[in-house]
Nanobody, 123 residues
Framework: QVQLVESGGGLVQAGGSLRLSCAAS????????MGWFRQAPGKEREFVAA????????SYADSVKGRFIISRDNAKNTVYLQMNSLKPEDTAVYYC????????????????WGQGTQVTVSS
């Protein structure tokens, strides 16, 4: 099991940027593929981006492709989500999650989850 703590959320105007971080502790971080998911009020949790244990390959939801970048630093046990050109529809609680083996866009394949960080984009 790995423990995950997200940070970096906040309030930003449309068109702005934020960088989320997810710090991991517990098991060896480099064993895990990592994912970012988000959940808006009244909606189901959805996939945002994922990255393999080595940093490549990566995968993105169509809604964020070209605007968000996922990366990781295994020496710091941290995964990042750089969010650019933010839109009001990006408003959600953002969660990071970990799974062994390959990256996945499927929520149910992730075993370990953080508590989430709120991102609010004003128009």
């Amino acid at each position: 099991q790995v423990q995950l703590v997200e940070s970096g959320g906040g309030l930003v105007q449309a068109g702005g940027s934020l960088r989320l971080s997810c710090a991991a502790s517990g098991r060896t971080f480099s064993y895990y593929a990592m994912g970012w998911f988000r959940q808006a009020p009244g909606k189901e949790r959805e996939f945002v981006a994922a990255i393999s244990w080595s940093g490549s390959p990566t995968s993105y939801a169509d809604s964020v492709k070209g605007r968000f970048i996922i990366s990781r630093d295994n020496a710091k046990n941290t995964v990042y989500l750089q969010m650019n050109s933010l839109k009001p529809e990006d408003t959600a609680v953002y969660y990071c999650a970990a799974r062994t083996l390959r990256l996945s866009a499927q929520l149910y394949e992730y075993k370990d989850w953080g508590q989430g960080t709120q991102v609010t984009v004003s128009s």
